[in-house]
């Protein structure tokens, strides 16, 4: 089990990581979610042992790892950008850490071609990495890193330099591939998609503190306070009395663009001011009692501004401020 007590990481006069306290359990996924600069990745690498932590500590079942350099805490590293031996070929990649290991040539082969079948990339021993696309360079590195069979996986936005496509395709592969392999990992993005796809556990943080841990579904549900509502997509928040109006709720809520729905028979009535299409919805701006609110509706809807709407509330678009 890895423990960070305490956990403060400086650069300088820059605190970029102050006062984590977290665990990740043997067979968890924890994600690590935020914008940009909050110190996702300066909270890795204090983990990884790559940044010397100015307060507290990271621990590994209860032993301290401050004196452990990088190579042997026993976990496994992967980056945004692979960073393949662009020398070695594709078996080449993934055998290193066996090699490091002194693991034998024929054992090692047979765990360079089982990695290769569990990435999706089954046959590609032979293959030089600098003609490989971008996914499959992931998959290398995931496989790489995977193989020395790793008590801990780090991924430091693994899918980010990928096209979003590819990105969701990968990100399912990787959270069977975690479920299947019994991988404890922490992963740091910038993604929600990506971080609630993966996890058991979803940490949010924000100028270098951990705001809200939970399950997925709860944080999604109950974020801590606005500003982690609004992170995770809550484009309007409403007070208790406008809640309970609204949505029937006597608390303080945050509203998703989808927490209302288009839907001819709904209770609510408003008129559109705008309509933008989106990829598999169309997103509209409406106006209910003289307030604003996002709303979607199905894609071949062709409302017009002006236009008259019925409304429905969606409450998996509806988040309970804390
Ligand atoms: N080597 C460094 N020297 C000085 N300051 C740094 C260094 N690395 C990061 N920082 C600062 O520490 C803070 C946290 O950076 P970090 O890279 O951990 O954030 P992040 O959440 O991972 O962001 P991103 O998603 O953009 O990579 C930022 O203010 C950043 O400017």
């Known amino acids: ?17 102050s006062d984590v306290d977290l665990t990740i359990g043997d067979g968890e996924v924890v994600a690590l979610l935020g914008p940009s600069g909050c110190g996702k990745s300066t909270l ?3 983990v990884a042992g790559l940044e010397r932590p100015s307060a507290g500590a990271v621990s590994w079942d209860g032993a301290d790892l401050a004196g452990t350099p990088v190579h042997r805490r026993g976990f496994g590293l992967v980056f945004q950008d692979g960073q ?3 020398h070695r070929d594709v078996a080449g990649n993934v055998a290193f850490g066996l090699r490091m290991l ?31 696309s971008g996914g499959e360079q992931q998959r290398v590195a995931l496989a790489r890193a995977l193989a020395p069979e790793p008590r801990l996986l780090l991924l430091d936005e693994p899918l980010s330099a990928l096209d979003r496509a590819l990105r969701e395709q990968l990100a399912l592969d990787l959270a069977r591939l975690l479920r299947e392999t019994g991988t404890t990992a922490l992963v740091v993005t910038h993604d929600h998609d990506e971080a609630f796809t993966l996890a058991d556990r979803v940490a949010v943080m924000r100028t270098g ?9 709860q944080v999604w549900r109950e974020p801590v306070d ?21 949505v029937g709720v006597r608390a303080r809520v945050g509203l998703r663009a989808t927490a209302l729905r288009v839907t001819g028979d709904g209770p609510l009535a408003g008129v559109v001011v705008e309509r933008v299409h989106r990829r598999d919805h169309v997103r509209l701006l409406v106006e209910l009692d003289g307030e604003r609110y996002e709303a979607v509706g199905p894609v071949g809807g062709r409302w017009e501004p002006g236009e008259r ?14």
């Open 1 to 17: 089990m890895l423990e960070m007590t305490g956990l403060g990481v400086r650069y300088g006069d820059v605190t970029a990581v």
């Open 44 to 46: 890795l690498r204090a």
């Open 84 to 86: 393949l031996f662009p």
């Open 102 to 132: 002194r693991v034998e040539r024929e054992e090692r082969a047979k765990r360079v071609t089982r990695l290769l079948e569990l990435v999706g990339l089954a046959g590609y021993e032979r293959r030089r990495v600098t003609e490989l």
């Open 209 to 217: 503190r951990i705001r809200q841990v939970g399950p997925p579904s």
């Open 226 to 246: 606005v500003e982690v509502a609004r992170f995770l997509g809550c484009g309007k928040v409403l007070p208790p009395e406008a809640a309970h109006a609204l």
């Open 309 to 322: 709407v019925r409304l429905a509330v969606d409450p998996d678009g509806v988040a309970i401020i804390g």
